[in-house]
């Protein structure tokens, strides 16, 4: 399947009903889209077979506009094959939009290769039927129609199989500006996901903004009335002549030049080096010995960092930098100066590996709730002890979720003020007591009291919920006093879910 975008060129009456000037036509605008060949153009007609489309006692009747209208660019099936040949002989797709049945039997008899449902024909039924057996790709213009109705038509074609597309479209002729609605593209195509979204215009033919707004909303098709002024044959007003349709062209064409593709693009190299330039170095506010860590309150940010300097940007909750030579006080921190890591891969990993637990035990965890990674020794050692707890309210009381990964081990501590009771919701676990173990699994519980020693191991994975008295921050005692000296020993995280 060709992927380019595809621009139609809506010829509709303005053959004039002159098979010579529609000809005419159809190569002026072969001239002014040649050249584009990042695009598909499509050249559309319209049939209508006006012995059954118009009723016997409307015949004739000057007094009714389209009626007049209609009589008078009358063409036959033979000119109208002429048309269709034209159309491919100057290189175009075939497309043509069928107001009644009979006319889809001679699309498929002029072998035109996409069909176009006008709007006033959007819910059409009869006509729809008849359209669904075509084997054809299928353009829809939505102007007028409710969402109901549009899913409806959907449905209906894409459970038949139709290669369909859905154009945002707006039946004011020509359309003003306030009209256009352009964000209703969006709309679009979030609601039809795998359907080609495009938009039909009609607005001022000279006007080349409209087109490069849908181009940005991310509409791939896109459909003009055209004309040719010959004589006393003038263009409507909003019906473009071929240099309107170049202009018209050329502007679709840069605005996709200015939008891209729309999946991800690496920055251009050129960003990086001038965007670190730009930022704040970092700097030592006190000496610091080699081999020692360097913390937050060690350094200062500030700006013009120096070539080959850790930046602001590199300096995270994840990253550790370990001095490999001392540092003075006032100096720029070298990236040759420390020895780095970054705990973000582990910590993803870790979060994996919850989210997969919890799903595995069917746990419901509220919207927007935090999780605490506790890695007592580090993040390396994560796998073997730690713990992640996700705290769904700590008031008067508090309420807990809490997750031991299989093989994880959360070492002994104890607390002052807060009394606990843990529910097993998910896996197994022992549990201490004092020092003495309990094996737990699913609809046990254990109330833990205040001073009393409890450390956990699960070989499973276990998740349980924990009811207690308010959680104080500072209320966690642990029996290996070298945990308490590890600053960094838990990450939060927000957005996790």
């Known amino acids: 399947m060709d992927k380019r975008p595809l ?41 209508r077979d006006l012995d059954t489309f118009i009723h016997s006692s409307a015949k004739g009747r000057a007094d009714i506009k389209y009626v007049k209208r209609f009589e008078e660019t009358r063409l036959s099936h033979a000119q109208y094959l002429e048309l269709v040949t034209a159309i491919h002989a100057h290189g175009f797709i075939s ?5 009644d049945e009979p006319s889809v039997d001679l699309i498929e008899a002029h072998s035109v290769e996409m069909v176009k449902i006008a709007s006033a024909s959007f819910t059409d039924w009869p006509l729809l039927e008849r359209i669904a057996l075509v084997d054809k790709p299928v353009i829809a213009s939505t102007a007028g129609a409710s969402l109901d109705e549009m899913d409806a038509v959907v449905s209906f074609l894409v459970h038949r199989g ?30 039809y996901p795998g359907v080609r979204i495009g938009f039909s215009t009609h607005e001022d033919p000279s006007d080349p903004v409209p087109v490069m707004i849908a181009v940005a909303k991310g509409a791939t098709v896109f459909e003009k009335h055209v004309a040719l002024e010959v004589g006393s044959y003038k263009a409507n007003a909003y019906s473009a002549t071929p240099e309107q349709v170049r202009v018209w062209v050329t502007a679709a064409r840069r605005a996709f030049a200015m939008t891209g593709p729309a999946e991800r693009l690496e920055p251009f190299p050129e960003e990086g080096a001038s965007l670190r330039s730009l930022r704040r170095g970092v700097f030592t506010v006190r ?43 006032g100096e720029p921190v070298l990236q040759a100066a420390v020895d780095s890591s970054n705990d973000r891969a582990l910590v993803l990993s870790a979060v994996h590996a919850v989210k997969g637990l919890l ?18 020794y ?8 730690g ?13 807990k979720l809490l997750v031991m990964l299989p093989g994880q081990t959360h070492p002994e501590q104890y607390h002052h003020r807060k009394e606990e009771t843990f529910v097993i919701l998910h896996g197994s676990m022992r549990l201490w007591l004092d020092g003495t173990a309990r094996d737990v699994a699913p609809g046990d519980v254990v109330t833990v009291s205040r001073e009393v020693r409890h450390k956990f191991h699960t070989d499973t994975g276990v998740v349980f919920e924990e009811i207690s008295s308010t959680h104080f921050v500072d209320d966690s005692f642990y029996t290996d006093p070298t945990i308490a000296q590890n600053a960094h020993r838990k990450t939060i995280l927000a957005f996790w879910m």
């Not at 139709?162 to 209703?184: G, N």
């Not at 700006?303 to 370990?322: C, D, H």
């Not at 580090?378 to 796998?383: D, N």
């Open 7 to 47: 621009f139609i060129l809506e010829m509709a009456n303005n053959h004039m009903g002159d098979l010579a000037h529609g000809r005419a036509l159809i190569a002026a605008m072969q001239t002014a889209v040649r050249g584009f060949d990042e695009f598909q153009f499509a050249f559309k007609l319209q049939y």
């Open 359 to 376: 799903k595995q035990g069917n746990i419901i965890v509220p919207g927007r709730a935090h999780l605490e990674i506790s890695h007592h």
């Open 162 to 191: 139709k290669a369909l597309t859905l154009m945002h479209c707006v039946a004011e002729y020509p359309t003003p500006d306030a009209d256009l609605r352009l964000s209703q593209i969006d709309v679009l195509r979030a609601r």
């Open 287 to 329: 000496s610091v010995a080699a081999g020692q860590p360097l913390r937050r309150d060690d350094v200062e940010f500030a700006f013009p960092p120096v070539e080959g300097q850790l930046t602001a940007n590199e300096w995270s909750k994840y990253a550790r930098y370990i001095t490999r030579t001392a540092l003075g006080s």
């Open 378 to 385: 580090g993040m390396a050692q994560f796998p073997e002890t």
């Open 387 to 399: 713990l992640s707890m996700i705290t769904v309210v700590n008031r008067e009381y508090a309420k």
């Open 95 to 99: 497309l043509c939009t069928p107001f």
